[in-house]
């Protein structure tokens, strides 16, 4: 059975920095390219960026770039997404994606103070 | 960006109804388009995959077409299982966009 687990999410300050993790079971991790998604309180998906399957490229939405980042450790079967310097518009629940047929269940992150 | 406009918001159909569901890109996506299911409180699940390629295990009631810009996701028989919200994503270009969704409810 696929599955794909998100951690690390939580109720953050403005300002702080926080990683995210997605441990992959189920399916060769190291063969699909994995993303990101994001999906506000009001429902609105966005993506965030992607991860190439050897780790070796990654890409991000523009406006995300300068503060976040997608690392793999395909030894582990984990996606991380570090995000930096957040703001209460990364509030959102976030979910890892391999190759977009499989999905976790996502974690939420709230950033207020 | 390749912005999604994705119509109608909110359909309202009965048990057995034709559905149809679309999005439209800004410029042409080459049949890069997948479409997604996403029940409350779920994950989004893969219905249909560039255009027109039912994921394994979803029903033949889902089927999907298009080309250029103009994309289409049809349930040919509504289910009252069918009640969710349904997502377009374009993988053409990045960064991806999703459509804004679709909340699908029963009459």
């Known amino acids: 059975e696929v599955q794909l687990v998100e951690s690390g999410g939580g109720l953050v300050q403005p300002g702080a920095s926080l990683k995210l993790s997605c441990v992959a079971s189920g399916f060769t991790f190291s063969d699909y390219w994995m993303s990101w998604v994001r999906q506000t309180p009001g429902k609105t998906m966005e993506w965030i960026g992607d991860i190439k399957y050897d780790g070796s490229y990654t890409n991000y939405a523009p406006s995300l770039k300068n503060r976040f980042t997608i690392s793999r450790d395909n030894a582990k079967s984990t996606l991380y997404l570090q995000m930096s310097n957040v703001r209460s518009e990364d509030t959102a629940t976030y979910y890892c994606?391999?190759?977009?047929?499989?999905w976790g269940q996502g974690t939420l992150v709230t950033v207020s103070s | 960006d390749i912005q999604m406009t994705q119509s109608p918001s909110f359909l309202s159909a009965s048990v057995g109804d034709r559905v149809t569901i679309n999005c439209k890109a800004s410029q042409n996506i080459n049949k890069y388009l997948d479409w997604y299911q996403q029940k409350h409180g779920e994950a989004p699940k893969l219905l249909i995959y560039n255009t027109n390629n039912l994921q394994t295990g979803i029903p033949s009631r889902f089927s999907g077409s298009g080309s250029g810009t103009d994309y289409t996701l049809t349930i040919s028989s509504l289910q009252p299982e069918d009640v969710a919200t349904y997502f377009c994503l374009q993988h053409s270009s990045r960064p991806y966009t999703f459509g804004a969704g679709t909340k699908l409810e029963l009459k």
């Open positions: 994606t391999g190759g977009f047929a499989y």
